[in-house]
């Protein structure tokens, strides 16, 4: 079983940028693949970008390119997500996932644990 407990998020002004942990438990941490998910009120959870258990692989969703990094820190057992040049549109309930197997994946299906999520909001 593995907890995972995001952290981070706020309240920014458009333009601003912010950086989000994502704190997992367990002994496999180095070889989990996770990923970074969003969900806005009244839509469907959106993939942002995930990396695979060694943190050398990453896949990022067309809204984090260019924009956003993922990052992880096997010794820490943590996750990382800075995310820059925040827009009204980047708002939303930000999420942490880890795989049971596999490497970085881009479907939410395909992760078998979930964070509690953390909040940004971008005002205009």
């Known amino acids: 079983q593995v907890q995972l407990v995001e952290s981070g998020g706020g309240l920014v002004q458009a333009g601003g940028s912010l950086h989000l942990s994502c704190a997992a438990s367990g002994s496999t941490f180095s070889t989990t693949a996770m990923g970074w998910f969003r969900q806005a009120p009244g839509k469907d959870r959106e993939f942002v970008v995930a990396?695979?258990?060694?943190?050398?692989?990453?896949w990022y969703g067309d809204s984090a390119k260019g924009r956003f990094t993922i990052a992880k820190d096997n010794a820490k057992n943590t996750l990382y997500l800075q995310v820059n040049r925040l827009t009204p549109e980047d708002t939303g309930v930000y999420y942490c996932a880890a795989r049971r197997w596999g490497d970085g994946a881009t479907m939410r299906e395909d992760y078998d644990y979930w964070g509690q999520g953390t909040q940004v909001t971008v005002s205009a």
């Open positions: 990396i695979d258990g060694s943190g050398t692989g990453t």
